[in-house]
């Protein structure tokens, strides 16, 4: 079975700075993906940053990285340069890439952004 | 490139009726899945369908089914309806064979009185 854990319910930030938001799994599978999506208030759900269990490097996409470390079972986003906009759900989640084919999600974390 | 797009954006049913969601995935993808997220909680799986079969279904009760159409469009039923199935449902499609993100529609808002 596959468990995502994100022990952060919400974070404040100020503006302009960078934020972790924490996300760590536990999978049987030998192969596997790490996804972080957005949810703003008006609920649909925006693919942010995608990382392969085999990936030797970690995942970038402009502001967002993502700090994978395989041995730690641990999947943490890192925004740069916060913006207000920012400021929504963030979801982490993991999906085998054999058998079932199922997105397993977190509990998500709010962060809000201060001006 | 259209999205997956979901209808109703929002469904009010009282107990014991049942709902019909609708979806659409972006054009080429055969996968539909659909998730239920209760109000403050995670995204939670309730079915898979590719190529017009349930591929898997999370651990939901049977009166949650759906299906999918040739052209793979995807409808989610709910029967008999229960106070607690108030909810975002959210539907999402991909390419099964290409183990990239799912893309996520803007979701329906069941609301049951």
Redesign the interface.
């Known amino acids: 079975a596959q468990k995502i854990t994100q022990t952060q319910p919400g974070m404040f930030v100020q503006e302009k700075e960078a934020v972790t938001l924490d996300c760590t799994y536990d999978t049987s599978d030998p192969s596997y993906?790490l996804?972080w999506?957005k949810q703003p208030s008006?609920?649909?759900?925006?693919?942010l940053i995608?990382q392969?269990s085999y990936d030797q490097q970690n995942a970038t996409e402009g502001r967002y990285s993502l700090n994978f470390q395989k041995a730690r079972k641990s999947a943490n986003l890192v925004i740069s340069a916060s913006q207000l906009g920012d400021s929504a759900m963030y979801?982490c989640?993991m999906r085998g890439?054999q058998g079932?084919?199922?997105?397993?999600?977190?509990?998500?974390t709010r962060l809000t952004i201060n001006p | 490139e259209a999205g997956v797009t979901q209808s109703p954006t929002h469904l009010i049913k009282t107990r014991g009726q049942q709902a019909t969601l609708r979806c659409s995935p972006i054009s080429g993808h055969t996968?539909v899945?659909w998730?239920q997220q209760a109000l403050g909680?995670?995204?939670?799986?309730l079915l898979?369908y590719?190529e017009g079969e349930e591929?898997?279904r999370?651990n939901f009760p049977p009166r949650f089914s759906g299906r999918q159409f040739p052209n793979y469009s995807s409808e989610l039923n709910v029967n008999a309806l229960e106070l607690e199935d108030s909810a975002?449902y959210?539907c999402?499609s991909?390419d099964?064979t290409a183990?990239?993100?799912?893309?996520?529609?803007?979701?329906t808002?069941l609301t049951v009185l």
């Open positions: 993906g996804f999506y008006s609920g649909e759900m925006i693919f995608y392969g979801f989640a890439l079932a084919q199922k997105l397993v999600f977190g509990q998500g | 996968s899945y998730y909680l995670g995204l939670q799986f898979w590719d591929r898997n999370g975002l959210l999402a991909d099964p183990y990239n993100e799912q893309f996520f529609g803007p979701g808002r």
